[in-house]
Every structure is written in C-alpha cells, then in structure tokens.
C-alpha cells in the first residue's frame, strides 16, 4: 500500500505560477513512477506529466513549455512546477504512484488538490 499526500494548489492569476507538491509513504519502494493527472468538471481524468525512476518524462501536449515534473527519490516525493498557467488549466489535480510488484501494475491516488486559474 501506498499513500500519498498532496499539498500547493489555490487560486492564481492567468500568467502565474503554482508548485504541488506530493509525498508518498508505505510500500515507497515498489513505486517506479510517479506523477499528476487532471480532471476539470464534465471531463475525463488526464495525464498532466509523470516521471519514472529512470528519469524518463511525460507530459501531455497541452503543459509541454510550462510545466515541469520533478522527482526526489530519496524523499519519496514529486513536485510539478506549473508556469504561465491559463483558465483552461482549472482542474482538481491528483497525485498518482504507480507500483510493480512481479508483473502487477497498481495506481494509488492522491486526496486531489483544487486548482483554479482565474482573474
């Protein structure tokens, strides 16, 4: 079991920033990757970014430029960096730590955090 506790999202201006932040603890040791997903109101859920072990990186087209995934293994956290952030960016953001034990994959998630770009 993992569990995963985030932190950093609120109210911003379009053009600002905002940094989440999201700490993992339990079973830490079978994550090999971590990241963000989104979902705004009437949308599906979607990848934001995720960064694997390795420190391969992923990010949907649509933050490629503006927003940065960044990983500290050693404290089992993840942080995403998001700059130059637009309305359209409104969404309740969670954190998820993907697992592997053998061949089974698992997703764990976060509590969500409410970000809201507005002026």
């Known amino acids: 079991q993992v569990q995963l506790v985030e932190s950093g999202g609120g109210l911003v201006q379009p053009g600002g920033s905002l940094r989440l932040s999201c700490e993992a603890s339990?079973?830490?040791?079978?994550?090999?990757?971590m990241g963000w997903y989104r979902q705004a109101p009437g949308k599906q859920r979607e990848l934001v970014a995720a960064?694997?072990?390795?420190?391969?990186?992923n990010y949907a087209d649509s933050v490629k430029g503006r927003f940065t995934i960044a990983r500290d293994n050693a404290e089992s956290t993840v942080y995403l960096q998001m700059n130059s952030l637009k309305p359209e960016d409104t969404a309740v953001y969670y954190c998820?730590?993907?697992?592997?034990?053998?061949?089974?994959?698992?997703?764990?998630w976060g509590q969500g955090t409410q970000v809201t770009v507005s002026s």
């Open positions: 998820n730590a993907r697992t592997m034990v053998y061949v089974t994959t698992t997703d764990y």
């Open positions: 339990g079973s830490v040791f079978s994550i090999y990757s």
């Open positions: 960064a694997t072990n390795g420190g391969s990186t």
